[in-house]
């Protein structure tokens, strides 16, 4: 989750992309506090249009379905980002001695 979000939040930094992201759950729990913040924040501000409980059913070249809470949606779109997640290798990283180093996204 926590690349997805952060990936959501760059694309739509500038307010001049439609973002869209398709979450399974009702809320960002997973994602780290300040990025929940940052994603309620881009919400608020229109720079992301989330869809949460959804599930996407369809991709075809210009548009996007998704199944909902409330039916299907069907959304125009340019590009898809199919961001399905896995396990974060950090853990092993660290002990190979690799420093990681966290940057904090400006809203």
């Known amino acids: 989750m926590r690349y997805q979000a952060e990936a959501a939040l760059a ?10 992201p398709s979450y399974r759950g009702d809320n960002f729990k997973r994602a780290r506090e300040r990025t929940q913040q940052f994603l309620e924040e881009a919400e608020k501000d229109g720079r992301l249009n989330v869809q949460r409980n959804s599930t996407v059913a369809e991709i075809r070249q210009d548009s996007v379905t998704l ?5 299907n949606v069907d959304l125009p779109n ?20 690799i420093e990681i180093i966290e940057k904090v996204l400006a809203a």
């Open 67 to 71: 199944n909902g809470a409330g039916g």
């Open 78 to 97: 340019d590009y898809v980002f199919a961001l399905i997640g896995g396990e974060s290798p950090e853990e092993f990283l660290r002990k190979t001695g």
């Open 11 to 20: 694309l739509g930094r500038l307010g001049t992309n439609k973002v869209t």
